[in-house]
């Protein structure tokens, strides 16, 4: 497989995908990463572990839509293309 600009947008779309199927319950609880750990007060820097619990919230909420369209256009593309 040739290293393509094609090859860099898939790998992109894959590890977005990767991020937004994580669950908050069923997998990131289970391994001290659940909704209650990313709480801190008023004022306080978050740490970089509530930094990523935001940043993988906010793909889930933000991206879901976007995905199921580009996701759905690389199908296509991979169908005729190969």
């Known amino acids: 497989m040739a290293f393509t600009l094609y090859s860099l947008i898939q790998t992109a779309i894959l590890c977005t995908n990767a991020i937004a199927v994580l669950h908050e319950e069923r997998f990131l609880s289970k391994i001290g990463w659940g909704v209650e750990q990313g709480v801190g007060g ?11 619990l935001n940043l993988i919230r906010s793909v889930r909420t933000v991206m879901r839509v976007p995905l199921i369209i580009v996701n759905s256009a690389c199908i296509v593309l991979l169908l005729l293309f190969g």
């Open 42 to 52: 008023f004022g306080d820097d978050p740490g970089v572990k509530a930094q990523i």
